[in-house]
């Protein structure tokens, strides 16, 4: 029987497909393309925190952030639907990717609102949603990236004492979009779920 609580291997992840999904190519809530190219002063970024439903709506709602999706990253199965990565046996976790415009939103308050928004100490759960895919990550793009989500990381870890975060955190690798009806779902559908929930532990202000 397969644990949901554990990371499957490659060997025994699904084989998926080659053909992506399709998706609405406009934001439904701020009508940003969503596919476009970065362009300068723009960065992306992958966060996992729970199912994305809600995760998405926090960051769409962040001055500054240009368009977000949700999809799934950190596995092995290519192109994988919501059933499959609801499994456990294709590695993937529930991601919302974040492209935002350096110049009115600092990667810092980015990555300050991940930690303090959700609980990253839970392992492969965020509170009742269980399974490897609840898991806490971020996926970044460049070394610059990388570091300040490890500085981050210490800073927060100081902040919450003996809780020991479980986050993972690693360039990010293949994205794929989720199915069409998660992208911006709880702007589709305002009284649905959202499992968000943080660990009452706050950054200071920042001057």
């Known amino acids: ?41 723009q960065q992306q970024i992958l966060f996992g925190m729970g ?7 926090l960051f769409w709602q962040m001055e500054g952030v240009i ?11 290519p192109n994988p639907s919501y059933e499959e ?37 839970q392992g492969m ?11 806490s990550v971020i996926y970044v793009y460049d070394q610059s990236q990388l570091e300040l989500a490890l500085q981050s990381q210490a800073e927060y870890q100081t902040l919450l004492g003996d809780a020991g975060i479980t986050t993972e955190i690693a360039l990010a690798g293949n994205y794929y979009y989720a199915e ?3 992208q911006q779902y709880l702007a589709k559908n305002p009284n649905g779920y959202c499992g968000l929930g943080g660990t009452g532990v706050c950054f200071p202000p920042q001057s």
Request: with cysteine.
């Open 1 to 41: 029987m397969l644990d949901k609580q554990t990371l499957v291997t490659p060997e025994l992840a699904l084989p998926g497909r080659s053909e992506e999904l399709v998706i609405d190519q406009t934001h439904f809530v701020n009508g940003s393309p969503i596919k476009a190219p970065l362009t300068e002063h």
């Open 51 to 57: 199912c994305f439903w809600g995760a998405e709506r």
């Open 67 to 77: 368009s977000t999706s949700v999809g799934y990253a950190g596995g092995y199965t």
């Open 85 to 121: 990565v609801c499994s456990g046996q294709t590695g993937h976790a529930e991601v919302v990717r974040v492209v935002f415009d350096t110049r009115h939103l600092t990667l810092q308050s980015l990555l300050h609102t991940f930690w303090e928004r959700h609980d990253p100490t």
């Open 125 to 135: 759960r965020q509170g009742n949603d269980r399974g490897t895919q609840y898991r």
């Open 180 to 182: 069409n009806y998660h």
